[in-house]
């Protein structure tokens, strides 16, 4: 299995940046594809972006498309996102998901099918 803390969290004023890092360990990090979810208290966890296991691909929600970006390091055993021009709706909390399984492109959009999660880091934006 895989083990994911995140980081990189914190409070920002809109249209500010952040950058979360998901920190995984175990050896077979390369086989796992990403993602990122957010869950703002009273909502349901909602999709924010993934990444197939090689990097080739990414997917991301139609409410970050163009402001975030996500990436992957399998040599250091992280992947990141990157949060442009934030805004107050983006405020949640945001996790780290791995999916050991092969998926479909419509697959990485689904919690269900992330099997390891990380802890989640606070990402608030201000108004």
């Known amino acids: 299995q895989v083990q994911l803390v995140e980081s990189g969290g914190g409070l920002v004023q809109a249209g500010g940046s952040l950058r979360l890092s998901c920190a995984a360990s175990?050896?077979?990090?390369?086989?796992?594809?990403m993602g990122w979810f957010r869950q703002a208290p009273g909502n349901e966890r909602e999709f924010v972006a993934a990444?197939?296991?090689?990097?080739?691909?990414?997917y991301y929600a139609d409410s970050v498309k163009g402001r975030f970006t996500i990436s992957r390091d399998n040599a250091k055993n992280t992947v990141y996102l990157q949060m442009n021009s934030l805004k107050p709706e983006d405020t949640a909390l945001y996790y780290c998901?791995?999916?050991?399984?092969?998926?479909?492109?419509?697959?990485?959009?689904?919690?269900?099918?992330?099997?390891?999660w990380g802890q989640g880091t606070q990402v608030t934006v201000s108004s």
């Open positions: 998901a791995a999916a050991r399984s092969l998926m479909t492109r419509w697959e990485y959009l689904s919690a269900w099918k992330y099997g390891y």
């Open positions: 990444i197939t296991a090689s990097g080739s691909t990414t």
């Open positions: 175990g050896r077979t990090f390369s086989s796992y594809g």
